[in-house]
């Protein structure tokens, strides 16, 4: 290097230590965009959340199920007043017949009017819900003026395409339809589940989180319509009646006629109902009696209740339930369902290191186990179970939004496949009792207090 160049350099370096610190270099930074206004975006978010919890699935399901009540009063309705018409004598049964018609329009009418209660609400958060909307995106679409870098646009992208990925995965958009090679069944092969059907609260909205609903599948002459509740009255774990309803319109109004029909007067005690796991079949109805490894059979004509014990080893009182990995449903280890053919009851025995055990039990005074068959799948790692054309069905947990039908188990093959993949879609988080009704094809659900049923879809 060149001797002036070095001594150039000395010369500026000697130059920058002796500034003063008045002649410091200093930078103000001015923000020429608006200040984001959070408390906006909070109150945004506050009034998006009420318009989630406003409108929700189970009020549009109250009134869908509102409407299937009426559907099938009415022609029941009809056929009484035909019934009338034939057979009046004009005397004592045309007067006695008269009172029966007039309840039945009571009825109607009870329902008729939740109908259009129903509606005018449905039509008043309507138009509230789409002015609070169109406010809603009004203020969004200016609050995105804020994001220059568009990093919210991406990350909205980004999640959508994330539940797209997930519905997939979860069998939203299935390929191809399940079709289990099962033995024969006469509506043909189990293939799939229907949305909601039937949603309602009941007589009890939020009240009993425990218990079981349905029909009879063999019902007496003139009960074909009605249906059956049995709630968990006492610390959820027991009960000891059965609250029963003339129509599914009646449960839907909370209408109950006959109403209860008492098992015992005391609430736990000797042969009352322990657990959710319920069914009726032939007017008799079939649970885990009290404290006992023993299926109990309640006549509700004679009001008189015998027992069939379950085989040694078999567990029961809390021991072995139906669970997830969140939770256990208390008092599950006996699962009674029904099918076609009859009572099933769904246990777990020492025996079988705690995998689902099958009996088919035979109505009779007491009744009795004939055939059994062992299974090779946990009954911990099973929510439910049901039954449908003598194959056997189990249920496992997803999320507070589904249900999967993963296993089955045909007792006509001894076939066992854990791939069976039909989703069930919940209006509540837990589904307590699960059975199917081969009277209609329905599957009737008992899910935190409410009543669900969902339509068995057969090839």
Not at 92 to 101: A, F, N, R, T
Request: charged share 20%.
């Amino acid at each position: 290097m060149k001797l002036y160049a070095i001594a150039a350099l000395i010369t500026l370096f000697s130059t920058g230590e002796q500034a003063s610190a008045s002649e410091a270099c200093t930078c103000v930074l001015k923000n020429s965009q608006k200040a984001f206004p959070h408390g906006e975006l909070s109150r945004i978010e506050d009034e998006a959340s009420k318009c989630i919890g406003d409108v929700s699935p189970q009020k549009a399901l109250h009134l869908q199920s509102l409407l299937v009540g009426l559907e099938q009063r009415l022609p029941q309705l009809e056929d009484n007043m035909s019934l009338l018409e034939k057979e009046d004598d004009g005397d004592l049964y045309g007067v006695i017949s008269l009172q029966l018609l007039e309840n039945e329009l009571l009825e109607i009418q009870q329902l008729l009017h939740r109908l259009n209660s129903t509606i005018l609400g449905q039509q008043r958060l309507s138009n509230d819900t789409a002015k609070q909307l169109k406010d809603l995106r009004a203020e969004m679409q200016n609050l995105e003026t804020f994001d220059t870098m568009q990093v919210v646009k991406r990350q909205e992208e980004n999640k959508r395409l994330k539940k797209h990925l997930q519905e997939c995965t979860n069998g939203f958009y299935p390929t191809v339809q399940p079709t289990p090679a099962h033995g024969y069944c006469p509506h043909g092969e189990f293939v799939n589940i229907s949305s909601v059907r039937v949603y309602t609260p009941g007589e009890y909205p939020g009240s009993h989180k425990y218990g079981a609903w349905g029909r009879d599948p063999k019902p007496e002459p003139g009960k074909e319509s009605w249906y059956w509740l049995v709630m968990l009255t006492s610390g959820n774990k027991y009960s000891n009646y059965v609250r029963r309803y003339s129509s599914l319109s009646s449960l839907i109004i909370g209408v109950s006629k006959p109403g209860n029909v008492l098992i015992n007067s005391a609430n736990p005690t000797t042969n009352t109902i322990q657990g959710p796991n319920v069914v009726m079949y032939g007017e008799a109805l079939y649970y885990n009696c009290y404290n006992q490894p023993a299926i109990c059979q309640f006549n509700l004509t004679s009001k008189s209740v015998s027992k069939v014990q379950l085989p040694e080893g078999t567990r029961f009182n809390s021991k072995s339930n139906f669970c997830h990995l969140d939770d256990c449903y208390p008092f599950t280890d006996l699962d009674l369902v029904t099918d076609e053919s009859g009572v099933w009851v769904v246990y777990t025995t020492s025996g079988n290191f705690g995998n689902l055990v099958l009996s088919k039990v035979e109505k009779g005074d007491p009744p009795k186990l004939s055939s059994t068959w062992q299974t090779s799948v946990y009954k911990q790692a099973v929510t439910n179970t049901f039954m449908v054309c003598g194959v056997l069905y189990a249920t496992r947990y997803i999320n507070k939004d589904m249900e999967e039908i993963f296993y089955s188990f045909d007792t006509t093959t001894g076939k066992e496949r854990f791939n069976i993949g039909i989703v069930i879609n919940k209006m509540s988080p837990n589904i307590y009792s699960l059975n199917y009704s081969p009277v209609d094809q329905m599957l009737h659900a008992y899910c935190d207090s409410n009543m669900v049923s969902y339509e068995v879809i057969f090839q």
